[in-house]
Nanobody, 117 residues
């Protein structure tokens, strides 16, 4: 069983920054990939950013140049640095992990990010 706990969400003004963190209950070496997704009210959950075991990153077009995903192997965490936030970034952000062997997906509880003036 894998547990993922997100933190760092909150209320910020447009143009501001937030840093989200996801703590895993097991070594992140056991995951093929880690990622951040978000879901706004009335919309489907969408990909924000992913990072593979090899360090390859991928970003949604809407966040390229503004968001940065990173991992800390020693602390078993994955972070999402969000800069130049826009109102359309408002959503619940979820951490996701794909296990190495069975390729099962696990999700955190989510953390609310609200961008508003």
């Amino acid at each position: 069983q894998v547990q993922l706990v997100e933190s760092g969400g909150g209320l910020v003004q447009p143009g501001g920054s937030l840093r989200l963190s996801c703590a895993a209950s097991r070594s992140i070496f056991s995951f093929n990939a880690l990622g951040w997704y978000r879901q706004a009210p009335g919309k489907q959950r969408e990909l924000v950013a992913t990072i593979t075991s090899g360090g390859q990153t991928n970003y949604a077009d809407s966040v390229k140049g503004r968001f940065t995903i990173s991992r800390d192997n020693a602390k078993n965490t994955v972070a999402l640095q969000m800069d130049s936030l826009k109102s359309e970034d408002t959503a619940v952000y979820y951490c996701k992990a794909e296990t190495l062997v069975l390729r099962a997906n696990y999700w955190g509880q989510g953390t609310q990010v609200t961008v508003s003036s």
